[in-house]
């Protein structure tokens, strides 16, 4: 169980980057906000199945193979939840069973969608940065709002893939309602 103290500090860091005014320069700034708030997710998420003690919490990536590379050496040594973070690019055959996450990197329907099925029965977060990425099934969809990083979320997706976000961080973002296709009241 995470102390209030933890939960303390990443709703101030989500609530510093909504409001702060940083203007981003350039790609490097942008995939440093996707990865603190894929961070963000993956310490505020639990999931139905249980990672066994010291078992390596694993994303896979969909899509920049650049992005992948990158994100793996940044999130070297990180943890989430008392596991070690362990970041893999993912290729056109994949195993539904190697990841907890699955973060597509990528705005390529004939990626996303094959992945997504693959991973629709498994209690996967899945995260993505394209418009109508909830609508094709994902979970949860960072873009850019004014030059800060914001998202948008499918409470039924997350519910679906046994995925719970802690309410603390949802606070920071849109809750969709994707029968309607706009935010849930």
Not at 135 to 161: C, I
Request: charged letters at 20%.
């Amino acid at each position: 169980m995470k102390s209030r103290s933890h939960f303390g500090r990443l709703a101030a860091a989500l609530s510093l980057w909504a409001v702060s005014g940083i203007a981003l320069r350039g790609a490097g700034a942008e995939d440093e906000l996707k990865l603190a708030t894929l961070l963000a997710f993956v310490q505020n998420a639990q999931w139905t199945d249980q990672l066994a003690a010291n078992a390596p919490l694993t994303v896979g990536v969909v899509g920049r193979a650049a992005f992948a590379k990158w994100l793996s050496v940044s999130g070297e040594g990180k943890t989430a939840n008392g596991h070690p973070l362990r970041i893999i690019g993912l290729g056109a055959a994949v195993d539904p069973h190697c990841c907890q996450v699955v973060y597509f990197a990528t705005d390529k329907p004939a990626e996303i969608k094959p992945v997504l099925q693959a991973f629709s029965s498994e209690h996967v977060l899945t995260i993505g940065e394209t418009d109508g990425f909830l609508e094709q099934g994902g979970a949860v969809n960072l873009f850019l709002l004014d030059g800060h990083m914001a998202f948008e979320v499918s409470l039924g997706t997350l519910t679906r893939s046994g995925v719970e976000i802690s309410s603390k961080l949802l606070r920071f973002g849109q809750i969709r309602d994707l029968k309607r296709g706009r935010p849930a009241r």
